[in-house]
């Protein structure tokens, strides 16, 4: 597709330097709204059994005082042990110390939303058929020292 101003590519496997300029052009934009930098900062809970293999983890970012998850599993074999609420609060409990004061991520209607509504997360919005015939949730909970919201 070719506009006036220049030429767009479908990419598959775009290079890392190319989406940080989007990333800066983002950020420098918030700036000149008198918006702080979203600095975003990984957070990544890792669970190994005794050999050392990745059995479950978190996988996350801090910005703009928010913790988002965006990823969190645990292998079958271990499920229901209290391993899934561990990490969650481990990282809600490292969020806190990083100042922040909200937690915000989704899940799917095959997936966990009971499991977090049980860890205090609330359901503030829904988007059906995604995928089709089901239904995305998008949660979030007030960590320590934030006001409710
Ligand atoms: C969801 C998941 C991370 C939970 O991990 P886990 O280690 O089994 O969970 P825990 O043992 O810490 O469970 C804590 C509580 O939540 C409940 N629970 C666990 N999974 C649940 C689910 N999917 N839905 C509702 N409740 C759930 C447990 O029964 C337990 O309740 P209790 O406190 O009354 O005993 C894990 O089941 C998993 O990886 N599932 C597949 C992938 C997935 O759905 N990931 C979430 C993506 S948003």
New binding site residues.
């Given amino acids: 597709v070719t506009t006036r101003a220049c030429v767009l590519a479908l990419e598959d496997q775009p290079a890392s330097d190319d989406c940080a300029v989007i990333e800066r052009g983002l950020v420098e934009h918030a700036v000149a709204q008198g918006i702080e930098p979203r600095n975003h900062r990984s957070l990544t809970i890792l669970a190994r059994d005794g050999d050392g293999r990745v059995v479950?983890g978190l996988v996350g970012t801090t910005v703009w005082g928010w913790l988002q998850?965006t990823?969190?599993?645990?292998?079958?074999a271990?499920?229901?042990?209290?391993?899934?609420?561990?990490?969650?609060r481990y990282a809600e409990a490292e969020a806190v110390n990083r100042g922040c004061h909200h937690a915000l991520?989704?899940?799917?209607d095959?997936?966990?939303?009971?499991?977090?509504?049980?860890?205090g997360y609330v359901v503030f919005g829904e988007v059906r058929d995604f995928p089709r015939g089901h239904t995305r949730f998008f949660m979030r909970k007030v960590l320590d020292g934030g006001s409710p919201a």
């Avoid at 990823?71 to 079958?76: C, E, G, R, S, T």
């Fill in positions: 479950g998850v990823q969190l599993w645990v292998a079958d271990i499920r229901g042990e209290g391993h899934g609420a561990a990490l969650m991520l989704d899940t799917f095959f997936q966990a939303r009971g499991f977090y509504e049980r860890l």
